[in-house]
């Protein structure tokens, strides 16, 4: 299972403008970071695990490389709070590693800092036991899609930091696919995909989706705040996903259908948004597009409801607007041929999982039976995937009539789906519980799997919601775990936050500005290799140029953030 944004095999570093990054910015090797000027060289702890923190109440691992398994650990002050004999792991079959240990103190309960001290090994890096110990990380990562804002200015503080881009692309889009050239219907704001400056309905609204189901299932989310300048009234989170909304009503076009992504036709050179100056313009309108705006606009219909009448009015209207045009429109359409050379990024996928999301959240937002019909009728086929991204979003039409607080629904379906779900949770639970390094992704590795990993989260918070059990959180913490440490290289995968994290993001912004810092809050795509004889974990490389491993995308960091809120303090 391969997932690519664009065509690999068509793409060069030339024609992704990978030749223009400042040489000031990329002058360290993999191994090695910029210190004051000069590059010193990164040393790797032997002891790896989630370098932020864990919960006082859920499950703690470490990985141990070498020594005797022998590890105790010790809080700030000196205290040993608890000692262990670590298990011996397996060789890994995705690093080679022969000599892993695994160490579990899930038994320690009090709060402060403490680092897991292993004989023969060394120490971790400190990390804190708190109930809030994933405020910090979901405040981070919603800076990072904060700082993806598109058409306005933005300014983000961080650790001492000022990061900083001027409005840009305000001259969305071109309607030249439409038969106007030179005419443009504003598509304004909404976030920046990816290392890239590309907007898409289909990624768009996936991202937004896992927003704003944490919005609905985590009341602590009510209270995060991460810099947000005018809120507008609403809490920083619901006005974030707002800002998105706002960009998705300008792709809506007359008849209610969905132009499918606003883009240059091809990639800017790593360049500041501000410096991205080529025309963009209005893809066609797709029925994959329609259905996800369809979707997720009806479900923010509801998620604004109490909070901004108006909106969620709006929302309400657009959203019955896309309906009636899927309906008007039963056939695929694709846009039309040849819209991959003319568009950058990938995101082409069919439309019936599509259409099947949009059908569960119109009768959710208005008891419409045929909607309602349109999902059962296909409900008897679905399997829920563990594993998936924006190419399948059949799993946001099942969680979506799970969750519905709506009569109507068939008890055997419910049922049948509810199981299903479980039994694939115990599955990614025991995955992680046997994989050394607690990937609940087993030897899966493609384009983006650390969003992959980050999006299990969702399917744990959702049973979680139907069947509560601390094993859920527990599988949520262990991604989370690996994500900000326990891994191969001991290292955050999460910009500006956690141990020694990624520092060369292929992320424009970060390679345009003065900072030496990449922007905070930006989950990187992560190892995997094309060549399968590959030990796949280990071939992440922090270097902006890497876009293989090291892009950023919202939709890995919308599903880190459910992860994390689904760990915030009640």
Not at 209 to 234: C, H, K, S, Y
Not at 261 to 271: H, N, S, Y
Request: hydrophobic share 40%; charged share 20%.
């Amino acid at each position: 299972m391969t997932w690519y944004r664009f065509p690999i095999g068509a793409t060069t570093l030339a024609s992704l403008g990978l030749l223009a990054c400042d040489p000031g910015k990329e002058v360290c090797g993999a191994d090695e970071r910029k210190v004051g000027g000069e590059c010193e060289s990164i040393v790797a702890h032997e002891v790896r695990l989630n370098s932020v923190g864990f919960l006082p109440d859920r499950i703690k691992r470490a990985t141990l490389v070498g020594g005797s398994g022998a590890f105790r650990v010790v809080s700030d002050s000196g205290e040993v709070v608890f000692e262990g004999q670590a298990v011996a792991a397996q060789t890994s079959p995705d690093t080679g590693e022969a000599n892993l240990y695994v160490a579990d103190f899930s038994e320690v309960t009090q709060t402060g800092r403490f680092r897991v001290v292993a004989e023969g090994v060394g120490d971790s890096p400190e990390f804190r036991i708190a109930p809030d110990v994933m405020v910090e990380v979901a405040r981070v990562l919603m800076m990072g899609m904060y700082g993806q804002r598109c058409g306005v200015a933005v300014n983000v503080d961080h650790e001492g930091t000022h990061f900083h881009h001027d409005a840009c692309h305000l001259e969305d889009g071109l309607l030249d696919e439409f038969g106007k050239p030179n005419q443009k219907q504003p598509a304004l704001y909404g976030w920046h995909d990816a290392g890239d400056y590309g907007k898409y309905v289909n990624n768009g609204s996936l991202s937004l989706a896992n927003m704003l189901f944490a919005w609905d299932q985590f009341p602590a989310l009510r209270e995060l705040e991460f810099g947000v300048e005018d809120p507008r009234g609403l809490p920083q989170y619901l006005d974030e996903c707002r800002f998105q909304l706002d960009w998705l009503l300008g792709m809506q076009m007359e008849g209610g259908g969905v132009s499918d992504r606003v883009t240059t036709r091809t990639f800017d050179a790593m360049v500041s948004p501000e410096a991205s100056v080529a025309p963009r313009y209005m893809a066609p309108v797709t029925s994959t597009a329609t259905a996800d705006f369809t979707a997720v606009v009806a479900h923010a219909a509801r998620s604004f409801a109490g909070f901004d009448d108006e909106l969620a009015a709006q929302y309400r209207e657009a959203a019955l607007a896309g309906w009636e045009f899927l309906k008007a429109n039963p056939s695929p359409i694709s846009g039309g041929d040849g819209l991959s050379m003319r568009f950058t990024g990938g995101y082409w996928s069919t439309d019936a999982d599509d259409r099947l999301w949009a059908a569960a959240e119109i009768w959710a937002l208005t008891g419409d039976a045929e909607a309602l019909e349109m999902f059962e009728s296909k409900a008897g086929m679905l399997v829920i995937d563990q594993l998936w991204d924006w190419p399948n979003l059949n799993n946001l039409a099942t969680f979506t009539y799970l969750l519905a607080d709506r009569e109507g629904r068939d008890p055997e379906i419910v049922s049948r789906l509810t199981t299903n779900l479980g039994l694939g949770l115990e599955q990614l639970r025991n995955a992680a519980l046997a994989h050394p390094y607690g990937r609940d992704t087993g030897l899966q590795y493609y384009w983006g799997i650390n969003g992959v990993v980050a999006r299990t989260a969702l399917n744990f918070g959702v049973y979680d919601q139907l069947v509560p059990d601390p094993k859920n959180k527990d599988g949520i913490a262990m991604a989370l775990d690996h994500l900000l440490g326990r891994n191969y290289y001991g290292r955050s995968f999460v910009t500006g936050i956690g141990h020694d994290p990624a520092f060369y993001p292929h992320h424009r912004p970060s390679v345009a500005d003065s900072n030496p810092e990449p922007w905070p809050g930006l989950l990187v795509g992560g190892p995997w290799s094309r060549d399968a004889n590959a030990r796949q974990a280990t071939v992440w490389v922090d270097a902006a140029t890497d876009f293989n491993t090291n892009e950023v995308a919202i939709n890995w960091n919308a599903a880190m953030i459910y992860a994390a809120a689904a760990l915030l303090p009640e």
